[in-house]
Antibody
Framework: QVQLQESGPGLVKPSETLSLTCTVSGGSISGYYWSWIRQPPGKGLEWIGFIHYSGTTNYNPSLKSRVTMSVDTSKNQFSLNLNSVTAADTAVYYC???????????????WGQGTLVTVSS | QSALTQPASVSGSPGQSITISCTGTSSDVGGYDSVSWYQQHPDKAPKLMIYGVSNRPSGVSNRFSGTKSGNTASLTISGLQAEDEADYYCNSFTSISTWVFGGGTKLTVL
C-alpha cells in the first residue's frame, strides 16, 4: 500500500521560505507524477503544482514566481519550496500521487495526511 | 487560472439522490477527460471518488457516479447515506498543462 508523509517546519516567518518534503513508502516514486496541494483554514483546495519523477514540473500560474519543486528518486522523496511567504500562505499542505493510466494522469489517488504550516512572526 | 464553479452547498435526505455540478470552460473541463472528484471529511485528507470523468477507484461505492456534458461535469450520489455528508471537490486538467480545483460543495444529509 502506497503511503505518503509530509514533513517540515510547522511555523515559518514572513518573507522566508517554506520547505516541505514528501516521503513515499510502499511503492516507487518512479513512473508517476506527484503533486502538492494546499488548503487554507476553512477554505477550499488549491493546486500548487506537479513534478514528474524525471524532474519535469509545472506550477499554478498564481504561484509560479515563488514555487520550486524537486525530486530525489534515490530517497523516494519530492520537495516543495515556496519563497517570500506571507500570512496568506498559511494552510494545510498535502502531497499526492497522480493515478496514471497508459501514460495519462486522471486524478490523485494517494494523499498524505497533510501538514499545517503557519506563517507568523 | 480561475477555479471551477461548484454550488456552495447541496442537501438531501437519506435514500435520495443528489447531483453536484462543476462548471469550467473548453480549456479545462470541456476539453479533457481528466475530471476527478474528491470527498473530504472534516480534518481528513481528500479521497478520490471519481477519475477520468466517470471511473470509480476500487473500493468506492457504486452509489457514486460521474458524467460530463460540454463544459460541465457532474457527480451524482444515489441512495444518500449519513456518511456521505462531507465536502466535495472537482478537479480538471487544463490547456496549459496545469490542474484546477472547484471551490468545493458542502453536502448536508438531512
Amino acid at each position: 500500500q502506497v503511503q505518503l508523509q509530509e514533513s517540515g517546519p510547522g511555523l515559518v516567518k514572513p518573507s522566508e521560505t517554506l520547505s516541505l518534503t514528501c516521503t513515499v513508502s510502499g511503492g516507487s516514486i518512479s513512473g508517476y507524477y506527484w503533486s502538492w496541494i494546499r488548503q487554507p483554514p476553512g477554505k477550499g483546495l488549491e493546486w500548487i503544482g506537479f513534478i514528474h519523477y524525471s524532474g519535469t514540473t509545472n506550477y499554478n500560474p498564481s504561484l509560479k514566481s515563488r514555487v520550486t519543486m524537486s525530486v530525489d528518486t534515490s530517497k523516494n522523496q519530492f520537495s516543495l519550496n515556496l519563497n517570500s511567504v506571507t500570512a496568506a500562505d498559511t494552510a494545510v499542505y498535502y502531497c499526492a500521487r497522480y493515478l496514471t493510466v497508459s501514460g495519462y494522469s486522471y486524478g490523485l489517488d494517494y494523499w498524505g495526511q497533510g501538514t499545517l504550516v503557519t506563517v507568523s512572526s | 487560472q480561475s477555479a471551477l464553479t461548484q454550488p456552495a452547498s447541496v442537501s438531501g435526505s437519506p435514500g435520495q439522490s443528489i447531483t453536484i455540478s462543476c462548471t469550467g470552460t473548453s480549456s479545462d473541463v470541456g476539453g479533457y477527460d481528466s475530471v476527478s472528484w474528491y470527498q473530504q471529511h472534516p480534518d481528513k485528507a481528500p479521497k478520490l471518488m471519481i477519475y477520468g470523468v466517470s471511473n470509480r477507484p476500487s473500493g468506492v461505492s457504486n452509489r457514486f457516479s460521474g458524467t460530463k456534458s460540454g463544459n460541465t461535469a457532474s457527480l451524482t450520489i444515489s441512495g444518500l447515506q449519513a456518511e456521505d455528508e462531507a465536502d466535495y471537490y472537482c478537479n480538471s486538467f487544463t490547456s496549459i498543462s496545469t490542474w484546477v480545483f472547484g471551490g468545493g460543495t458542502k453536502l448536508t444529509v438531512l
